[in-house]
């Protein structure tokens, strides 16, 4: 074959193709277990053609993380000046819709992006916030539109962090009505809310071994899995590093068991909680309170079991799927009962908005651990359920 009729055969949009695959195959297994090679497989490529595009690993994630942020204020920057929240909103959605597969890197693997593109990120994604926070501060105006812009965000983007399928636009109805809801809800719709929450408590460590789990959640939480060693975990323990090996049998085995506790804590949460609703809705706001109490007092625990999850071996991975399965069934069940119109997959897909608002939310709010803090996230949670 000559070079002219290679030329001829090689599609021209070859480089948006491998940032797509590369942001799928980023979202579903993770920055560091993902590789050139599987990247490349998924465009139908060679790993030295994909290096003819992209010099390494580092330089294809950071235009994924980009080229998601750009389309996103693009669709921003162009909406008419007369567009309404509704317009704005729903070029947001079919743009995350549309590239689903791909943006869940977001959430959680851009914390791998280097110092001055993870400011960059934060900079472009700032602008779609101010943007969207001016629209709501003009239709519905109250002090916190920050904070119902980025939850409402936090909502939509919920999408790319599952694989619930439902007819496009079905999907896309649903989630402007959950973002809506988290724009329109009452402030005082949870109000006590986090008063009536009893969380159990994280185990105090006793063991040696409870001790490494203990040190090494922070430590994952901060810096990622993939970047801690074992000798970080054993000097916040005052160990040696061989000596960690007598209680777990590698560092994938300690974030198992960090992450099979986060999930033994939030079966505890959920299950106090019900005891006390009276009714379907209260239910709902009862889970939802005790789901964000939770999520604020054990935010290490909770990101690391999140955001590392995918990159367990799949033995250790199975019943952490199991349990989150198991939650979200609760959820469903629920949700239904309080609104008789969803079907199983439609309450679903409004369980991973709640969860998205959560996230969202109390990122912009730095995780301060405040009654009003788990209040307001929590009717901005019963907001975006559309109890």
């Not at 950071?62 to 920057?77: N, Y």
């Not at 914390?111 to 400011?119: A, F, H, K, T, V």
């Not at 040190?215 to 054993?234: E, H, M, S």
């Not at 909770?302 to 990159?311: F, K, P």
Request: aromatic content about 6%.
């Amino acid at each position: 074959m000559t070079a002219e009729s290679t030329a001829a055969t090689r599609p021209r949009n070859r480089k948006q193709l491998i940032v797509e695959a590369a942001g799928q195959v980023f979202s579903e297994r993770g920055y560091h277990a993902a590789s050139m090679e599987e990247i490349a497989a998924a465009v139908g490529i060679s790993a030295a053609a994909l290096y003819r595009h992209f010099p390494n690993k580092y330089a294809l994630f950071a235009e994924c993380a980009d080229v998601m942020v750009d389309r996103l204020a693009a669709v921003v920057d162009e909406s008419a000046a007369d567009s309404t929240l509704d317009d704005v909103l729903t070029a947001i959605i079919r743009v995350t819709v549309a590239h689903r597969s791909s943006g869940g890197l977001y959430r959680w693997e851009a914390r791998y992006l280097e110092q001055d593109d993870r400011r960059k990120l934060r900079t472009k994604f700032g602008q779609v916030i101010s943007r969207v926070s001016e629209m709501v501060q003009r239709e519905h105006p109250r002090e916190d539109d920050g904070l119902r812009a980025v939850a409402a965000l936090g909502a939509i983007g919920s999408v790319t962090m599952h694989h619930t399928s439902i007819a496009q636009r079905r999907i896309e109805e649903l989630l402007l009505a959950s973002a809506l809801g988290v724009i329109t809800v009452d402030p005082g719709a949870a109000a006590g809310s986090a008063e009536s929450v009893e969380l159990p408590a994280q185990p105090v460590p006793r063991t040696r071994r409870a001790e490494i789990l203990a040190a090494a959640i922070p430590l994952f939480a901060r810096d990622g899995f993939a970047n801690v060693t074992n000798v970080q975990i054993a000097q916040a323990v005052g160990l040696a590093p061989s000596a960690i090996y007598r209680h777990y049998p590698g560092k994938v085995d300690i974030l198992a068991a960090a992450c099979l506790q986060a999930a033994g804590l939030l079966a505890q949460a959920v299950d106090r909680s019900l005891h006390q609703a009276g009714d379907p809705r209260e239910a709902v706001i009862a889970l939802a309170a005790a789901y964000v109490a939770y999520s604020f007092e054990h935010n290490a625990l909770t990101s690391v079991a999140e955001a590392e999850i995918a990159g367990l071996p799949a033995d250790l991975q199975r019943p952490l799927i199991l349990a989150q399965r198991e939650h979200i069934a609760v959820w469903e069940q629920q949700l239904r009962t309080a609104r008789p119109d969803l079907d199983p997959r439609q309450a679903r897909l409004l369980t991973h908005a709640g969860f998205g608002v959560v996230v969202e939310a109390g990122r912009a709010l730095r995780w301060e651990d405040t009654p009003g803090h788990r209040d307001a996230v929590t009717a901005l949670v019963t907001g975006a359920l559309t109890i």
